[in-house]
């Protein structure tokens, strides 16, 4: 067991002015480390000594920065162990890996990357409260890999990112993080090298340290590891300095070194009956589909994922993470899933990570692998729920009308996602647990969730395999582009009444890098091999391309000039409160909604009135009202929801002392500016007509009065 003496201080560190690496092992029987030149030469080796608590160590003046080396394990090969003593092997502290072999058969070995000074000047992290924020999911190279506005040599890499024209273009769409795409160093498959493909998304982890070295620009791979290092440091001050925070998608549920049979690179060869998981009989438990799973009920995993966090978050100063098949993280020595998992605990608890932000994506392929509303507490999961219910709500319900005369279903589910999913999120974590999205890198985008009835993924060279089969999309008549223009003109209003469920719900939303501006992977569900322009951000866009754009922008100005749209606790009852929004559902003709009306599939026209009372400080939109001898003020909207094409009969609510209702956004509309050009205002009890299927969005005006709550 790794015992507190030892496990502050693993891979290559400096004790006493002398250079020195320990690696943990509690099954090898001798290690040695290896020097490595550029074309895999061993050019000298040093037996390590073994320590107390499973520690190897050995110490190497020429263990300096750029220095390549590795280590060799010998001990028992049957089992669960798979030692041999001819492997090199990467040590899973190294601050870069390089390949000195060959794509076809790579050979991995660890670089020395000395800590050195990096000038932050007066940057600081953004610190952003959780309910302001706004994500955006991107892949580094994807991104700028066609970006005009930046030279050549920097498309695609993290210099790109930080390029001053790409986070104008993020700060203009109004996104307050970055969440990259897996930034870890990694390996492509053997089984895509084989076909001469290579992993592009990236969740196949090499080294937990090690920034992926591709994604760095020429001259900074020319200029060694220490380069990349400082041109990652250099993105994050940059986006930083605009205050965006920076998250990472990290993948400490499984590695690269795959299945039983497959490629050794590191864990297999250093102590696989530690690492990695097993059932009773010695066979791998594989929760991930990837082969392999890390096994957290072991102390020495545990640590090494708090130091790799504690690692980026102190180097490199990241504010967040969004972990990969996180419920694998949970698993306990049984590999049943734990919510107060040690390791789940600890992350929260550690005080250098004391302001991340924690996002788990809450499932895994195991038995009991959907977790679901299951994380504790200060975490925040990404939430499928409502994923599915906006999808069906927006689309299948809808296509399914078109066949069969009636929806599936009514409103009942879509409003509870709406509000936060309180049916899945307890009171003390509140809304805020709930990331809300509904695309993400796995799975359509939102041009293809309402292009495509189904997965086209043969250039995967999977036989179509892959991918999941429950889309909950709709091609609206025509699978993939259509010259059709009312099929167009509904599938751009769709796009758009999407966007607005997940950028005024309650909760974190996030969107996928593309889908404001309607990005098509032709209907292919699961790129993860597929580095193209398939997958890569186009800027060169269309009017129609533009119009969604601001749309975007619109409803993300609407979300954070209105905190009734961002409360961080649920509200259940009557009254105002600060922190949660009071929510009064009506139905189309302005009565109170009762019980039975949430699931009929004729109840799917919503109007809900939102209020709550918020600091005067903190008020920054028009229309609000002072509260008698509290210095608070009342910010309050009115969304109407209508989830059919039938054009239907609305009467606004006629509650309190509301005078109107001004209209602020229209999804009926193509482009925004027609909405606040329309200039409409409705009075309380106006019977109107709304067009379907549709959200609208309306400031609410009360008389100036006096105000008692």
């Not at 609305?650 to 027609?674: K, M």
């Amino acid at each position: 067991m790794l015992d507190s003496q030892t496990r502050s201080d693993l891979g290559v560190t400096h004790h006493q002015g002398i250079a020195r690496l320990r690696v943990f092992s509690t099954h090898a029987t001798a290690m040695t480390l290896c020097l490595v030149d550029a074309d895999g030469t061993v050019t000298r080796t040093i037996e390590m000594a073994s320590m107390p608590g499973g520690i190897w160590q050995a110490e190497c003046a020429e263990l300096v920065n750029g220095q390549r080396y590795a280590v060799r394990a010998d001990g028992p090969s049957s089992g669960t162990n798979a030692f041999d003593k001819h492997r090199l092997l990467v040590e899973p502290y190294a601050r870069q890996v390089a390949n000195v072999g060959t794509v076809a058969v790579p050979i991995w070995t660890a670089q020395v990357v000395e800590t050195e000074p990096f000038d932050w000047g007066q940057v600081r992290a953004p610190l952003l409260p959780l309910r302001d924020v706004v994500v955006y999911e991107a892949h580094v190279k994807g991104f700028t890999q066609l970006a005009p506005h930046m030279p050549e040599e920097l498309r695609g890499s993290y210099a790109g990112l930080a390029h001053e024209d790409t986070i104008a273009y993020l700060q203009s769409v109004g996104v307050t993080a970055v969440e990259l795409l897996p930034v870890h160093a990694f390996a492509s498959e053997s089984f895509l090298r084989r076909q001469g493909m290579a992993n592009y998304w990236g969740y196949n982890t090499l080294g937990f340290f090690a920034p992926h070295a591709d994604y760095a620009s020429p001259a900074a791979r020319a200029a060694g590891p220490h380069a990349v290092a400082r041109e990652f440091k250099g993105m994050v001050k940059h986006l930083h300095a605009a205050g965006i925070e920076v998250y990472l998608d990290v993948v400490y549920n499984h590695t690269s070194e795959g299945g039983r049979g497959d490629e050794t690179s590191m864990f297999r060869g250093l102590d696989n009956a530690t690492y990695y998981r097993h059932d009773m009989h010695g066979n791998p438990v594989d929760e991930t589909g990837c082969g392999n799973s890390l096994d957290t009920s072991e102390a020495v995993v545990r640590e090494l994922i708090l130091d790799s966090l504690r690692y980026w978050v102190e180097e490199f100063r990241i504010d967040g993470f969004r972990f990969d098949l996180a419920a694998t993280l949970g698993r306990n020595a049984h590999h049943a899933f734990e919510r107060h998992h040690p390791l789940l605990e600890a992350i929260v608890n550690d005080d250098r990570l004391a302001d991340t932000k924690l996002i788990a994506e809450p499932w895994d392929v195991g038995m009991g692998g959907w977790q679901t509303g299951n994380f504790p507490e200060d975490w925040s999961e990404w939430n499928d729920s409502f994923r599915d219910h906006a999808r069906s709500f927006w689309v299948r319900d809808i296509a399914e009308a078109r066949s069969y005369g009636v929806h599936p279903e009514g409103a009942g589910a879509f409003s509870t996602s709406f509000a936060g999913s309180s049916n899945m999120f307890s009171d003390d974590r509140g809304p805020l647990a709930s990331v809300n999205f509904v695309t993400a890198h796995d799975g359509f985008t939102l041009r293809d969730l309402v292009s495509y009835n189904v997965k086209h993924n043969l250039q995967n060279a999977e036989l179509g395999r892959d991918g999941t089969g429950d889309n909950r999309s709709w091609n609206f008549g025509v699978e993939g582009p259509s010259d059709s223009s009312s099929i167009e003109t509904l599938r751009r209003r769709t796009m758009r009444n999407l966007l607005s469920t997940v950028l005024l719900s309650a909760g974190v939303p996030m969107l996928t890098a593309g889908d404001e501006v309607a990005r098509s992977q032709k209907g292919n569900n699961n790129p993860y091999n597929q580095d193209s322009p398939l997958t890569w951000f186009s800027w060169d866009l269309s009017e129609i391309q533009l119009a969604q754009l601001a749309h975007t922008r619109r409803l993300i100005e609407l979300r954070g000039a209105h905190q009734v749209l961002r409360p961080s606790s649920f509200n259940h009852g009557h009254a105002l409160s600060e922190h949660g929004t009071r929510r009064r559902w009506f139905d189309a003709l302005g009565n109170p909604m009762g019980d039975g009306s949430w699931q009929g599939p004729g109840g799917r026209t919503l109007q809900v009135l939102l209020d709550a009372y918020i600091p005067e400080a903190d008020a920054d939109f028009t229309g609000a009202e002072l509260v008698d001898g509290v210095r608070m003020l009342i910010d309050r909207l009115l969304i109407v929801v209508h989830g059919s094409e039938d054009d239907a009969a609305l009467r606004t609510p006629a509650v309190d002392d509301i005078t109107g209702y001004r209209l602020l956004w229209d999804s009926t509309h193509e482009h925004p500016d027609e909405a606040l050009g329309a200039s409409r205002v409705l009075v309380p009890g106006q019977l109107t007509g709304i067009e379907g299927p549709s959200v609208q969005v309306y400031a609410v005006d009360v008389e100036r009065l006096h105000h008692h709550l």
